[in-house]
Nanobody
Framework: QVQLVESGGGLVQAGGSLRLSCTASGRAFSSYVVGWFRQAPGKDREFVARISWSGGSTNYADSVKGRFAISRDNAKKTVYLQMNSLKPEDTAVYYC????????????????WGQGTQVTVSS
């Protein structure tokens, strides 16, 4: 089992950058695929990015490709989401989630979720 805590959210102007962190407690963090999701007010939760166990494979939503980068440091039990060129439409609560499998369907199978961190991008 793993517990996840997100941090790094805040208020930033359009065009700015933020780096989110997802820090895990529990053992065997390197056994988990970690994904980032977000949910804006009145909208469904959507997939943002995911990273494989060792970091060798990643996927991104089309809306963030070229602007966001996901990475991980297994020694620190942390996954990062570097967000650049932020837009007002990136405003949402961002969640990290973990599972042990690399599934074909990007959004399915996540067993563990953090509480989320708010990102607000002003225009």
């Amino acid at each position: 089992q793993v517990q996840l805590v997100e941090s790094g959210g805040g208020l930033v102007q359009a065009g700015g950058s933020l780096r989110l962190s997802c820090t895990a407690s529990g053992r065997a963090f390197s056994s988990y695929v970690v994904g980032w999701f977000r949910q804006a007010p009145g909208k469904d939760r959507e997939f943002v990015a995911r990273i494989s166990w060792s970091g060798g494979s990643t996927n991104y939503a089309d809306s963030v490709k070229g602007r966001f980068a996901i990475s991980r440091d297994n020694a620190k039990k942390t996954v990062y989401l570097q967000m650049n060129s932020l837009k007002p439409e990136d405003t949402a609560v961002y969640y990290c989630a973990a599972q042990t499998e690399w599934r074909v369907v990007l959004t399915s199978g996540y067993d563990y979720w953090g509480q989320g961190t708010q990102v607000t991008v002003s225009s």
